[in-house]
Nanobody, 126 residues
Framework: VQLQASGGGLVQPGGSLRLSCAVSGYTLSSVTIGWFCQAPGKEREGVSYIGRNAVRTFYASSMKGRFTISRDNAKNTVYLQMNSLKAEDTAVYYC????????????????????WGQGTLVTVSS
């Protein structure tokens, strides 16, 4: 499985970005997807997660209400819509795939995921 994250860039505070995670080498409907971010000098942390049928979604508390995760299985792509961006959202964002269905207590653990893509940098600054 290969994952390709894209869509990062420079945006002003309060702005929006949409990240994409393109999955290849595997049918997207067979895996679940998480987004993680790593800010400078900090550990990587879970941002959001989406289950196979998109019914199950989870968000980090600091992103809830501002970020929306979605998936298009026909396009083998998962999206992360990020609105009302703040300076503290500045980080490298990674997408990851899990062969399992994760639950509220497991989705934000890196060890729950089997495959990782390269990151895309999001910079929120005026």
């Amino acid at each position: 499985v290969q994952l390709q994250a894209s869509g990062g860039g420079l945006v002003q505070p309060g702005g929006s970005l949409r990240l994409s995670c393109a999955v290849s080498g595997y049918t997207l409907s067979s895996v679940t997807i998480g987004w993680f971010c790593q800010a400078p000098g900090k550990e990587r942390e879970g941002v959001s997660y989406i289950g196979r049928n998109a019914v199950r979604t989870f968000y980090a508390s600091s992103m809830k209400g501002r970020f929306t995760i979605s998936r298009d299985n026909a396009k083998n792509t998962v999206y992360l819509q990020m609105n009302s961006l703040k300076a503290e959202d500045t980080a490298v964002y990674y997408c990851a795939a899990s062969r399992g269905n994760l639950i509220a207590s497991s989705w934000y653990h890196e060890r729950s995921f089997d495959y990782w893509g390269q990151g895309t940098l999001v910079t929120v600054s005026s």
